[in-house]
């Protein structure tokens, strides 16, 4: 399936009020639902830990409940998706810092921080949250976690089978004849899904542009 290019999810001004309310549990729930894997992967692949990685996430959403009311949507001079780029790897470069150097004891402040060569050049690598490539990851891993949470709201009003042969064939690129094999059904079923289950996902890819940009 091809999905449009640009379907952001930069968050829209009408959530962004609401999110500034922090008594607006259900709010904060779609934010964190929404965000939470997108933060943590991208932690990941800059060279956090699975423990570093999580703190980023809980770190980055409390950075964002703090200096949502700074946070003015002008999508033409910065979209909130750039925003909360720049908000993790912040919260990433804070985990760097945290690293003891080589041979020192946790929880002991360096003596010497800029002797750590390795630890410094990570942080450089990420430094620039405008850099192409980091821009790029960042981009690669926004419109997957639309796709999937898209996928998870289908799940919840389609047929189950179908969803299972959607997303092995569709998104996980499975041959149909293997997705077949796999689920124990036709081939012309496989192609069935894919049309039964296409439109509700793209049905679902505009819900979240027009309520989470």
């Known amino acids: ?20 309310d922090c008594d607006d549990q259900a709010s904060w729930r779609e934010f964190y639902e929404t965000y939470r894997d997108l933060i943590y992967r991208f932690a990941l692949k800059a060279g956090c830990s699975e ?7 809980q770190e980055t959403v409390i950075a ?25 790897v912040w919260r990433i470069k804070d985990q760097f810092r945290k690293r003891p150097e080589a041979g020192q004891a946790p929880g002991r402040t360096p003596a010497r921080r800029s002797e750590d060569t390795r630890r410094t050049g990570t942080i450089e690598r990420i430094a620039d949250p405008a850099g192409g490539d980091l821009a790029a990851l960042w981009e690669t891993d926004w419109q997957e976690t639309v796709a999937q949470a898209a996928m998870q709201r289908v799940k919840e009003q389609a047929n189950l089978k179908d969803c299972q042969m ?8 499975w041959p149909a004849r293997e997705v077949a094999r796999a ?18 996902v793209k049905k679902e890819i505009k819900r979240l542009e027009t309520t989470l940009m």
């Not at 959607?166 to 690129?173: K, N, Q, S, T």
């Open 1 to 20: 399936m091809d999905y449009p290019r640009d379907y952001s999810i930069a968050t829209r001004e009408s959530l962004l009020r609401r999110l500034s």
């Open 51 to 57: 423990t570093e990685a999580e703190e980023v996430v």
């Open 64 to 88: 964002v409940a703090r200096k949502l009311p700074e946070f003015k949507y002008e999508p033409a001079k910065c979209s909130f998706k750039t925003w909360l780029l720049n908000q993790t």
């Open 166 to 173: 959607f997303d092995l064939y569709v998104l996980r690129g």
């Open 183 to 200: 689920l124990g059904v036709s081939v012309a079923r496989v192609y069935l899904a894919k049309h039964r289950i296409a439109p509700l």
